[in-house]
DNA sequence: TCCTAAGCGAGACGGTACGTCCGGTCTTTGC
DNA sequence: GCAAAGACCGGACGTACCGTCTCGCTTAGGA
């Protein structure tokens, strides 16, 4: 009948406060200029809480992630019947989000935790589309004919996310026209 | 009629001591948990001899980039005339260095680098082709009409170094068939 | 009618619980390196039912000493009617305990706790005999003609627990006839 | 005909900016609630900086109080020809260093670093004369014969210091004529 | 029989200090 | 003037305890 748990719970409090002062340094210093003593002083809660949820810095982003709280709107493409139009759009969303320096230091700082911690590479790829809204809108593009049937679909995802990357860490800068080129790239020009 | 340079020129031993011990800290490491300390002691050099020539650990690992102490080769693609399988044997060679733990070690460590440091990334970017053979191999495709005349080599080449790099945050392990549904993904099914 | 106390008393199982670990942990790590909340957990009881009754670590030492479990018997000299070769007894019983490795350390650490706790000093300096059985003993010495009758009896009893006390402060192992050398430093020589 | 020495020398300024900001904390905090992190705070010196030096607070009080930083004068007896009245005048200096409070808690944190620490018990014990200069009076007491030729002096001598310490330990203050009757204790009232 | 106060275990929390590692800078000596 | 050796200040690491607190349960009068 009994739950078995006694003691005090978990502080809510405590946990946002800490995912809220991450999330701050995180935009304002980058991945490895974080420092777990830095995020304790920053959320006002003493070191060992942070110690006691998390084992590392990178779980700790890769919840900041999960929560929404570092990439805006989770980036999920349109549907208005035009794929080409739909995918430009939805570049154009993440270059916008780019284009603020502040947007643009923590993507990169992103990729750097992606590098060192799986969970925050899988979470970047996901918050990015690539694991199933924006397969689910190529496989839309496919039933409405505008790709080819045995296009593969996960691969092109990738290959969009991966240009994305790709012009972060080169710091390149979008000129006019680019997001339809990258859209172009992947799924033919004429079909 | 000296140009006034005097005393002891820099030390070639102590410049390749230091480069081969980033290299071999940095595949066992990792880029942050590199430490100038570690590899001054690794080298058998004083930390200020890397300090006087290096500002930081991202130039130092461009350089052993620059010397091709990190990637193999560069990764340039064949030409046997058939752009489809060449970029699939080139795909092939970047993903058998992959799935050496030390070389997924490595290549990780480098994007992690490349996040920080913007002359890594150029040189990432680089020495996967993305700015000169992949570019070069993609346009002989075009000539040989295996590629259509109007596609956007550059953004096509940025899209697969991405795939890469997404694969590699991702730890997602190579399945069979992949490299040609990749090529597939850029370059079109049925041409 | 009543006094109004109302709710569980307080467990005598912890009480002694605590004693006992107490006891333990302090003759295995010594006096500061004593924690509470290993004694906690090494007596399987909640901090807070260490804190609610003892303000600190302290007191805790005062009451094991109390309830005789950290020196044994209390050291009372005999009365054979030699008060030299029952002053030499004493110091060798006192001396006996010394020998052993644990003894030498709770002694040590007894002394620890008595330079920051008064309570624990006197408590020390009691179970030594200094306050009353000693001085009793030389009393019965001055009645027997084998003390001189002015002799400040208070004095010399203190002088025999400092003797002991800088014995044990600087680990000077113990020589044969020692005790006998210190008590004729105390008593005289050839009286 | 080289050191064979190369790199900077050890910082004096430093070494001497921590054992003064070691005896100001002592003073005030006492023994255990003296902490190496205050200590590098106090100094205006990087705790690592300590730790190069010094293994633990234990030897470095020990430094200290061989600098005679901590007890003044180190305590030796004077020779006026009369030995009692010599080491009650001697009694009475440490007892007058006693009296004030803060060389009181100084007195006990050093009985306390003592406890803990063998190299400090030692220079206690020598600071306060109990293997030298002490003895060297005692012994000439002997020689003028006002002390019995057979007396243990380095008993008797350890017994007055260790008087001093049962008093500081106990916290009894002290009356009038005690400094005499505890030199009567040790070397006899009527000789 | 309920009510209420207290004790108790468990354990989270804001803190302080630990002892270690490394970042960069500076000084000393030798080549 | 470069390079080795290495001391120095600073700052972060991850751990151990501090003393306080909250929680759910048990114990035992008083209503």
Same mark, same amino acid.
């Given at each position: 009948?009994?739950?078995?748990?006694?003691?005090?719970?978990?502080?809510?409090?405590?946990?946002?406060?800490?995912?809220?002062?991450?999330?701050?340094?995180?935009?304002?210093?980058?991945?490895?200029?974080?420092?777990?003593?830095?995020?304790?002083?920053?959320?006002?809660?003493?070191?060992?809480?942070?110690?006691?949820?998390?084992?590392?810095?990178?779980?700790?982003?890769?919840?900041?992630?999960?929560?929404?709280?570092?990439?805006?709107?989770?980036?999920?493409?349109?549907?208005?019947?035009?794929?080409?139009?739909?995918?430009?759009?939805?570049?154009?969303?993440?270059?916008?989000?780019?284009?603020?320096?502040?947007?643009?230091?923590?993507?990169?700082?992103?990729?750097?935790?992606? /590098?060192?911690?799986?969970? =925050?590479? #899988? *979470?970047?790829?996901?918050?990015?589309?690539? $694991?199933?809204?924006?397969? !689910? +809108? %190529?496989?839309?593009?496919?039933?409405?004919?505008?790709?080819?049937?045995?296009?593969?679909?996960?691969?092109?995802?990738? /290959?969009?996310?991966?240009? =994305?990357? #790709? *012009?972060?860490?080169?710091?390149?800068?979008? $000129?006019?026209?680019?997001? !339809? +080129? %990258?859209?172009?790239?992947?799924?033919?020009?004429?079909?």
């Amino acid at each position: 009948m009994t739950t078995g748990r006694r003691g005090a719970r978990r502080s809510e409090t405590a946990r946002v406060a800490i995912l809220a002062a991450t999330v701050r340094l995180f935009a304002t210093r980058g991945y490895d200029h974080l420092s777990i003593e830095g995020i304790a002083a920053e959320a006002g809660v003493a070191k060992q809480t942070i110690y006691r949820w998390w084992p590392s810095k990178g779980p700790l982003i890769a919840e900041c992630m999960l929560e929404g709280m570092l990439l805006p709107g989770r980036f999920v493409p349109r549907d208005t019947g035009d794929v080409r139009a739909d995918l430009a759009a939805w570049l154009d969303a993440i270059f916008g989000f780019l284009i603020d320096p502040t947007g643009e230091s923590i993507f990169r700082s992103l990729i750097s935790a992606a /590098a060192e911690n799986v969970e =925050v590479g #899988v *979470r970047l790829r996901d918050s990015l589309g690539a $694991a199933s809204s924006l397969v !689910e +809108r %190529l496989g839309r593009g496919v039933e409405a004919g505008q790709i080819p049937p045995d296009a593969p679909l996960q691969e092109v995802s990738e /290959a969009l996310v991966g240009a =994305v990357i #790709v *012009r972060a860490l080169s710091r390149t800068p979008l $000129a006019p026209g680019d997001p !339809e +080129r %990258l859209v172009d790239a992947v799924i033919g020009v004429h079909r």
